[in-house]
Nanobody, 121 residues
Framework: QVQLVESGGGLVQAGGSLRLSCAAS????????MGWYRQAPGKQRELVTT???????NYGDSVKGRFTISRDNAKNTVYLEMNNLKPEDTAVYYC???????????????WGQGTQVTVSS
């Protein structure tokens, strides 16, 4: 139905930057919310940031001022610009989207497969 494909993870030194991308494809009528969660080893998945179709954003406290989310509605793609990365940002980052499949009916949440971000000290 709907696939989310992430890219851009990798290894970076503390203080460095990375940019993640997530493209949604499939039977999509509209996408409401897009965003990113992350999960570090031994920890629960936590919110990183979300962005609405109108551009309203929400950030987790630990990333405010360092991370920036944006989206291209024409491409059904969301981006995450991560600056001043810290070792505690190390985690698997998951893209998610809330998608409407038809002109009427419910919305569904979809997840990407995850991309590893590792920040060395």
């Amino acid at each position: 139905q709907v696939q989310l494909v992430e890219s851009g993870g990798g290894l970076v030194q503390a203080g460095g930057s990375l940019r993640l991308s997530c493209a949604a494809s499939g039977r999509i009528f509209s996408i409401n919310l897009m965003g990113w969660y992350r999960q570090a080893p031994g920890k629960q998945r936590e919110l990183v940031t979300t962005i609405s179709s109108g551009g309203s954003t929400n950030y987790g406290d630990s990333v405010k001022g360092r991370f920036t989310i944006s989206r291209d509605n024409a491409k059904n793609t969301v981006y995450l610009e991560m600056n001043n990365l810290k070792p505690e940002d190390t985690a698997v980052y998951y893209c998610h989207s809330i998608v409407r499949l038809g002109i009427s009916g419910p919305e569904y949440r979809y997840w990407g497969q995850g991309t590893q971000v590792t920040v060395s000290s």
